[in-house]
């Protein structure tokens, strides 16, 4: 298993003494997952953190209608879990879907919360990770939900290219909260 990405990735947060990285890595294991290959069910207890090496992953609940409503979509170098599930100990309100073929790294909730109690390193990466995706990152999504238009938050995702030519439009749509339909009447208006 080539961990060298996941193991940077940690270390931009914070680095890791190799004690605690021979304990991490003691508990992670690869796992390959086919497109559209769930990785956690909504209703089930969350028992892994992932770390994708390769591939896409949708992070989507379902409302009564039996429709996706995609959250977000993780690409590589990225790591997922559901993560409110995770802290309130109860059943994820969300799925977790490959919507490539994905090559991730997991590991286990419970040995992984264990070890943050022993490894004080690990534990900062843990903070500083929730910090910034949980908090920085989160709070302009919260705000764009509330007060920019479908065609404002559009123009957004098209900022990131190399998400936005690998999502289907289908789950842009769900993304920005629109049908496909509407999506399609917002791209025409921008290619004017």
């Not at 947060?13 to 909504?42: G, R, V, W």
């Not at 993780?74 to 995770?86: G, H, L, P, Q």
């Amino acid at each position: 298993m080539n961990n060298s990405e996941f193991l940077k990735e940690i270390n931009t947060y914070y680095p890791l003494s190799e004690k605690t990285t021979a304990a991490l890595m003691d508990i992670c294991s690869e796992e390959h997952f086919q497109k559209n290959e769930l990785l956690l069910e909504s209703g089930n207890m969350a028992r892994y953190y992932y770390f994708i090496k390769s591939g896409l992953i949708g992070y989507y609940m379902t409302d009564e209608a039996g429709s996706s409503i995609y959250k977000i979509f993780f690409e590589e170098n990225s790591f997922v879990a559901s993560t409110a599930a995770i802290i309130k100990n109860v059943p994820s309100d969300f799925s977790i879907i490959a919507l490539e073929d994905c090559s991730v790294i997991k590991y286990p909730v419970k040995m992984y919360r264990e070890l943050l109690e022993q490894y004080h390193d690990l534990a900062l990466f843990h903070i500083r990770y929730l910090e910034k995706n949980w908090v920085v990152k989160k709070e302009p999504l919260e705000v764009s939900l509330k007060f920019e238009t479908a065609k404002q938050r559009y123009l957004l995702l098209l900022e990131n290219k190399s998400l936005y030519n690998r999502l289907k439009q289908h789950h842009i749509a769900s993304y920005l909260g629109i049908t496909p339909t509407q999506l399609s009447r917002i791209k025409k208006e921008i290619n004017r």
